[in-house]
T-cell receptor, first 110, second 113 residues
């Protein structure tokens, strides 16, 4: 089955700096790559996604890049704010299943 | 539109019992997926239903089962509960199936004693 690895597991950044989270996947058939943000006591919230026919996608301060050849994709958050502090998960979809990375705990220091 | 709703939000059971969790998808979404979230194993796919049919299943024992009704609402059942079943159970709905965008509910926190 699909195996998604996510790094780093924890990330501490100064407010205003950028944060980058990287994921790799194993199944070349995967064609959909969403990113979720989960706050304490809540379900995962979709923040951005990318499909395999696109290399990069941006939504305000958040961007995702995809390299299908290397089987890796990354999340970039610019101008981080305290409300960006949360756990972030990457995922890859193949055969109608979402396989998640282990998560990255992001802490934005004021 | 209202988001995905799950009931109950919290549940305490003892080993050997069974439990049923409920999920109401976003209006118009016909696909419902279930995931188990634990600190040790992370987020793991349980199964997905579309138009009352199970289309995909994860690697969980047969004690875990689900169903979907004609109004797209879904239930999952866990029989003969074990301590290791303690987890956050998340439901997600999608208008296109699990290959498409999935929107998660707040989850049901199950504690097995």
């Amino acid at each position: 089955g699909e195996n998604v690895e996510q790094h780093p597991s924890t990330l501490s950044v100064q407010e205003g700096d950028s944060a980058v989270i990287k994921c790799t996947y194993s199944d070349s058939a995967s064609n959909y790559f969403p990113w979720y943000k989960q706050e304490l006591g809540k379900g995962p919230q979709l923040i951005i996604d990318i499909r395999s026919n696109v290399g990069e996608k941006k939504d305000q301060r958040i961007a995702v890049t995809l390299n299908k050849t290397a089987k890796h994709f990354s999340l970039h958050i610019t101008e981080t704010q305290p409300e960006d502090s949360a756990v972030y998960f990457c995922a890859a979809s193949t055969d109608y299943k979402l396989s998640f990375g282990a998560g990255t705990t992001v802490t934005v220091r004021a | 539109k209202a988001g995905v709703t799950q009931t109950p939000r919290y549940l305490i059971k003892t080993r050997g019992q069974q439990v049923t969790l409920s999920c109401s998808p976003i209006s118009g979404h016909r696909s419902v997926s279930w995931y188990q979230q634990t600190p040790g194993q992370g987020l793991q796919f349980l199964f997905e239903y579309f138009s009352e049919t199970q289309r995909n299943k994860g690697n969980f024992p047969g004690r875990f089962s689900g169903r979907q009704f004609s109004n797209s609402r879904s239930e999952m059942n866990v029989s003969t509960l074990e301590l290791g079943d303690s987890a956050l159970y998340l439901c997600a709905s999608s208008p296109e199936g699990t290959g498409g965008t999935q929107y998660f509910g707040p989850g049901t926190r199950l504690l097995v004693l």
